[in-house]
């Protein structure tokens, strides 16, 4: 697509939950005629290029997802170190101890299946479909939950805008969203599982 094309126009720019340093707005097609010579791939060939280019970009908001969770992790880990109540670092208590385990094997997971996943497309393997779904859908169900426990770490703190983890959680939310939602990814997984045809 070029921007001079008859019938395609720009929208207007998104007011986002998260995500905000990163532009979002619509694009109208309206009876829009693309030439040949702008085509990729053969005719007919469009949908499978599609699926392959996904094959290649979920793995990367896969990563995202995990440097998102990485980041609340150090932030919690952190935080819980430092605040007292009771006369102690609160991550001395053992409730607190366990959720930060918790994130800790949900982000250090979710990083083995992105990278299990970039291996696989970096090789050139025959079929990546599988491991790129439930490794986007995986890291990003793993940042919703480490973000959201963050929160949870920090107490009053953490729904305020004084400390990162806020944000983190909104942008978390995204990775959940877009590149597929989760429940397309699950979709992709039952079906290349041999659960549905
Ligand atoms: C910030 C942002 C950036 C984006 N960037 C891009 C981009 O660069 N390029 C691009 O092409 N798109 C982009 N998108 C679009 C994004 O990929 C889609 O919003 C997303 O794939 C979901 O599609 P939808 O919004 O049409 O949801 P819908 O398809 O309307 O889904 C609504 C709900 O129904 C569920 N659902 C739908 N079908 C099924 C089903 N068969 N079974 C079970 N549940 C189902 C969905 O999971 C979801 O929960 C972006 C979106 C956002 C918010």
Known sequence: MEPGFPGFAVGKLERKMGIRGSPTVALHLTDCEVPVANRLGGEGEGFALALRALDGSRPAVGAQAVGIAQAALDAALAYARERHQFGQPIASF?????????????E???????????????RSAASAAL????AKCFAADAAMKVATDAVQIFGGYGYTREYPVERLMRDAKITQIYEGTNQIQRIVIAREIGAAH
């Open 108 to 122: 250090h997971a979710a990083r083995l299946m992105v990278r299990h996943a970039a291996a696989r497309i970096d």
């Open 94 to 106: 053992q409730g607190i101890q366990f959720m930060l385990a918790d994130m800790a094997m949900h």
């Open 131 to 134: 491991e790129s779904s439930m």
